[in-house]
């Protein structure tokens, strides 16, 4: 069984102040509510949970009511780092869950398409995640004020969510971060970590992430062209 971990613990600061991005409206409804329903009607997936800030559990079951969600869902409070969240999630799946697709709710453009196609390579090899290749000039600089050196991008990505497991990889890496008390906060950072390989699935569409205000306008229009 294929199912969902959702992380929507974050706090946003980049938005600014008392600004809760996950709730934000986009073409017409809570960016957070266009994550959900990708994820909501996605063949793939059979069960959906929500890692949500503490005192959010109210907020998040009444965008499913309102919604009208309808596959089997749970809501769990996150840690206070990320992957101490997708940790919380990992331990609320069902125990026949076999592969896990962990995603940023901030990304609601997020395809069934790539959806199907990072749980087909971790069903292959234990680990994939959602990439693309770097294509601007990257500069590498200590203090971030003057340039040390050029890296070569033909061998950078860009990787994004969804990042998809076999869930007793995923567990086994997580597990082995939180014992040598390292942080990542990228979940196949952890998969290196204990030398589990992890499969690059190359995106074709746009799947961006809402970060700071001037994302909005690109995301509104990716979702109304969605929904033509």
Known sequence: MNAAILVAAGKGSRMGPKT?????????????????????????????????????????????????FKKPFRI?????ERQDSVWNGLEALSATAEIVAIHD??????????????????????????????????????????VQRTLDR??????????????EVIRRALAEARRCKLRFTDDTAACELI???????????????VTVPGDLPFIESLLRKGAT
């Open 20 to 68: 809760d991005k996950l709730f934000l409206e986009v073409a017409g409804r809570p960016v957070v509510a266009h994550t959900w329903r990708r994820f909501d009607d996605a063949r793939c997936i059979a069960e959906i949970i929500l890692v949500v800030r503490k005192g959010m559990r109210r907020a998040f079951e009444d965008l499913a009511a309102k919604f009208k």
């Open 76 to 80: 769990v409070v996150g840690g206070a």
């Open 105 to 146: 709710a901030a990304r609601p453009c997020t395809s069934e398409e790539l959806i199907e196609a990072t749980i087909k390579r971790a069903a292959e090899t234990g680990a994939a995640v959602a990439a693309r290749p770097v294509t601007d000039t990257i500069k590498q600089s200590a203090d971030g004020k003057f």
């Open 154 to 167: 033909s061998h950078l990505w860009s990787v994004q969510t969804p990042q998809t497991f076999r869930v």
């Open 195 to 209: 030398g589990q390989s992890v499969r690059l699935v190359s995106m074709l569409a746009p799947n961006p992430k």
